[in-house]
């Protein structure tokens, strides 16, 4: 009982949550023994003692039922009671899990309820008829996948799945399930064109019984394991997706802010001349960051199918990439939500990721390189998180966040105050998204005092210019509508 009160409250909303999204079959392989997976107990010492090591809070596992195809990552399963025999028994998978909470780590296991293969061997026609699956395809097949969909409106499907649910919370101790592909869940004429989805009984496009679904899925997770949680991948504007049930909503802990992340991808590609021109795409999410509990998420998706790595995206030469993508990795840790970074990103890979091999790791070699740079700040950045409560302790409060600036866009620079639940317990954010060092910028502060530097994404030590400040006393000139203010240097 106790273990289970320590997870609970490792999974809550005031909980410093910073999870590490991890593929088993590609994260690290054997090369003296023919490129072979490592094994659930080898990941139990290797992964766990990388996670720790790396100041990660959770981590969370691609789809882990057994599935036939590896080119799916999981993500089309046919076995849901079943983790995958190809890193060893279910009793390896049980003491993995076990090893990593024993550490303090979480573990979040992707869960797909929303779509399932149709190879014979599977669930479709079952017993020679549509059984799992509805039996018109306007209803029960997805275009994109080539998939069929569960009929929710069958007691035993809903049963069936639920009692999934449960089966990896009870038997496996598993700390949350991210929901895969909610969007597509939710509505009938999910990646449809007119005439090839059948609207609900009232003539309209949601999916009602996935609705009646999802919410009776979370409720019962909700009674039968309190210290679990749920996370939504949800993609649309569907409202109360992590509001409780008898709020109207449909019960998750959590929602993935795949809003936020396509916005601030799309400002980062952008050359800093033309930013000041896409300004808003940075901003935009605090207008709504408190309607959901969100989770800011630099997925694998993010990473695969010729949309090439985070590196990749970054504009400029390389020292130009690497400033950029260390500077939005820190504006990311600074912003209200829980952090999800996929695994290689923080080792800046230069490729795209590659489900058949292991990760770059010989990118580390060089012992002052850039990609050492970028995982050194992305252990700081974990470290500095756990340990200024202001950066995770009011995440989905309006209290707990404030701008100073958000409106510099010519000089491409974001400014805002990070609050927590004591009095005068704040953390200063500023973020400069122009190959400009800015010398003598004078910024706004709260309160009259010493202020001091913390983490800086251009130290030398993350392979920056080093420029920045270390101990700064506030002046009483106003800046920003303050009547203290700051000079300070914010390096490119």
């Known amino acids: 009982m106790k273990a289970r009160q320590s997870r609970k409250a490792a999974n809550a909303l005031h909980a410093p949550i910073s999870i590490y999204e991890v593929h088993l079959g590609s994260w690290r392989r054997s090369p003296e023994d023919n490129n072979r997976w490592l094994t659930y107990r080898e990941l139990a010492t290797e992964l766990l003692a990388y996670v720790l090591d790396m100041g990660f809070t959770h981590i969370e596992l691609l789809p882990i039922s057994e599935h036939p195809f590896d080119g799916s990552w999981g993500y089309q399963p046919l076995g849901l009671y079943a983790p995958t025999s190809r890193y060893g028994t279910p009793d390896d998978f049980r003491f993995m899990v076990a090893t990593f909470q024993a550490a303090g780590i979480g ?158 991808l799309s400002y980062m590609q952008e050359d800093p001349i033309n930013r000041q021109y896409h300004h808003h795409k940075m901003t935009f999410g605090l207008v709504y960051a408190f309607t959901e509990n969100f989770v800011l998420p630099l997925s694998h998706d993010e990473v695969v199918h010729g949309k090439g790595s985070l590196l990749s995206k970054m504009p400029g030469d390389d020292w130009q990439k690497f400033a950029n993508l260390r500077a939005y990795y820190a504006f990311m840790w600074g912003h209200p939500g829980k952090k999800l970074l996929f695994m290689g990103c923080e080792l800046a890979q230069v490729a795209e990721w590659q489900h058949e091999t292991s990760l770059d790791w010989h990118l580390l070699d060089a012992e002052h390189g850039h990609h050492r740079g970028v995982q050194q700040l992305v252990k700081d950045l974990n470290r500095t998180y756990r340990s200024q409560a202001a950066l995770y302790q009011l995440d989905f409060e309006p209290r707990g966040f404030e701008w100073i600036a958000h409106d510099e866009g010519e000089q491409s620079i974001f400014s805002f105050i990070r609050h927590g639940d004591v009095a005068d317990e704040f953390v200063l954010v500023v973020s400069n998204f122009t190959p400009v060092p800015r010398h003598g910028y004078r910024l706004g502060v709260p309160k009259a005092g010493f202020y001091q530097e913390i983490l800086n994404s251009d130290s030398y030590f993350y392979g920056g210019s080093n420029l920045g400040n270390v101990l700064l006393l506030s002046e009483g000139i106003s800046a920003h509508g303050r009547i203290n203010s700051i000079c300070m240097t914010i390096p490119h």
């Open 107 to 264: 573990v979040i296991l992707d869960w797909v309820p929303g779509h399932f293969p149709a190879d014979a061997h599977g669930l479709a026609q079952f017993d020679g008829t549509p059984l799992y699956e509805h039996s018109d395809p306007r209803e029960g097949f997805h275009p994109d996948w080539n998939t069929l969909i569960y009929n929710f409106g069958r007691n035993e499907v809903r049963n069936f799945l639920i009692g999934n649910a449960l089966y990896w919370l009870e038997r496996y101790g598993i700390d949350g399930l991210r929901v895969d592909a909610v969007a597509s869940m939710l509505y009938r004429d999910y990646s449809r064109k007119d005439g090839e989805w059948i609207p609900n009984q009232f003539g309209g496009r949601e999916n009602l019984e996935a609705i009646d679904f999802l919410r009776r899925m979370n409720e019962v997770v909700g009674v039968e394991r309190p210290s679990a949680v749920t996370l939504a991948e949800e993609s649309t504007s569907f409202p109360a997706v992590s509001r409780p049930p008898a709020m109207g909503g449909l019960g998750f802990h959590y929602k993935w802010n795949m809003g936020w992340m396509n916005d601030t």
